[in-house]
């Protein structure tokens, strides 16, 4: 049994890398991340979390719920402090007030939870910065295992660093995945799921003024043919949040850049036939915006791991937004990687890495993957396409079901049945 403990890389210092690494320094396991960017950061707007999200972020560490709590945004109206959002009719062509009614509403034992990616990641910064985790300017562009059973890792800058591990949080573009697949599998690939997204943030006031305070300061899902948009409350009230989607035949111009320039008048016209409510929000984006291509990894990996390397959050299952819950798995994968890295079988000697992340493909990979397929899906759902069409009880029922699936899970659950895998594993090898 090696007496020295193994250490870890983490290659992304997003969300995913970030907790990761909070999480396993919190249980003292040698950890390094290796971000490219000269700093962490976050890009998107905002983001929303659900409970079984919340229930990783404590098992993660405290701080990391902490920081959630500290930058977290809800409904604005106690009555909607379990509305996770109100589904309303986007193309309703009503010119009365601006008030509407809701379609059907869907609950959430946590209600809405939006925050922006950046300052969330802000605050979780604040729980490492101290502990000289993280280096930067570190773009990974090869790696491999030594004959001494090392990882080497090549960056773009001409360094290399060696560790016992590599754990890949380096998002949908993810060098590890490529390492994993094989360069020449359609899973190495990220795809575009032909939908694109303008996100813009609305002084809240300016909302309340345009569309009414109950539409405004809590969550809304705005329906419509080919097109949805989402609303809800950021920076504790004084924001709106919104995301308009549009389904196009046309593919992706530029695969290299995940957004592109745009106007407002061209998010005008994209959504001409949609109610005044709707429009009266879009013509208060800024003028200047961008387009934000959504993409997901379409083609499943055979497994997250390979060896002595493996695959956590977007760089193994990146996923549309539509169900609210990329974020939130990512955090589900740190704790049950870091539940699963701190038992005492893991202790680096011959085959007890590779059986640890043998162990978190067993119990992550089925679960994210069902969330790749669901969102795309879900996505479809909101705009009328597929045999659903408008029948909205059944859009209510398929959505209910699916947000059950995603936050009645029991993470400590989850947790614990990684290591009973884990001690099979283990098993195999002794």
Not at 33 to 50: K, L, P
Not at 56 to 78: L, R, S
Not at 190 to 217: F, S, W
Not at 285 to 290: N, T
Request: glycine letters at 10%; proline letters at 3%; charged letters at 25%.
């Amino acid at each position: 049994m090696s007496s020295q403990k193994p250490t870890y890389a983490i290659i992304g210092g997003g969300i995913a890398g970030l907790t990761l690494g909070i999480a396993l320094n919190k249980r003292n396991i040698n950890v390094v991340i290796y971000e490219a960017a000269a700093h962490f950061g976050e890009i998107g707007a905002g983001v929303a979390f659900t409970a079984n999200a919340i229930e990783a972020m404590k098992i993660c560490d405290p701080g990391v719920y902490e920081a959630f709590q500290h930058v977290a945004t809800h409904n604005q109206w106690e009555s909607k402090k379990n509305v996770w959002f109100d589904f309303l009719d986007g193309m309703k062509m009503d010119q009365d007030s601006g008030h509407q009614e809701d379609l059907f509403s869907i609950s959430s034992p946590v209600g809405m939870n939006g925050v922006h990616r950046a300052a969330f990641l802000d605050e979780m910064v604040k729980l490492v910065e101290d502990q000289h985790l993280a280096h930067f300017g570190k773009r990974l562009i090869d790696c491999e295992e030594t004959e001494d059973g090392k990882i080497l890792m090549k960056f773009k800058d001409g360094t290399t660093a060696t560790a016992d591990a590599l754990i890949g949080c380096d998002g949908i573009k993810s060098v590890i995945r490529h390492k994993i697949a094989g360069s020449d599998s359609p899973a190495a690939e990220y795809v575009y799921t032909h939908k694109y997204a303008y996100r813009g943030l609305i002084d809240m006031d300016d909302a309340v003024a345009a569309i009414g305070e109950e539409r405004a300061k809590n969550a809304v899902m705005w329906l419509g043919t080919g097109r949805h948009v989402l609303t809800f409350p950021v920076n504790k009230g004084a924001t709106m949040n919104l995301v308009a989607f549009c389904t196009t035949e046309k593919d992706w111009p530029d695969y290299t850049k995940s957004t592109l320039p745009a106007h407002r008048e061209e998010a005008l016209k994209d959504f001409e036939g949609f109610g005044p409510n709707v429009m009266k929000l879009l013509e208060m984006v800024k003028p200047e915006l961008d387009i934000w291509g959504i993409f997901n990894l379409e083609h499943e990996l055979e497994a997250y791991n390979k060896g002595k390397f493996v695959v956590v959050g977007d760089a193994g299952h990146a996923t549309s937004p539509h169900h609210g819950s990329g974020a939130g798995f990512c955090i589900e994968d740190a704790a049950i990687m870091a539940t699963i890295l701190a038992d005492p079988s893991v202790t680096g000697s011959p085959g007890t890495i590779e059986a640890a992340f043998e162990a978190y493909n067993t119990e992550r990979k089925v679960r994210t993957q069902w969330l790749v397929q669901h969102s795309r899906r879900q996505g479809n759902l909101y705009e009328y396409l597929g045999e659903v069409g408008r029948d909205f009880n059944k859009i209510e029922q398929e959505i209910t079901a699916n947000n059950f699936y995603i936050e009645g899970t029991d993470v400590h659950g989850l947790c614990s049945k990684a290591i009973e895998t884990l001690q099979q594993e283990i098993r195999k090898i002794n």
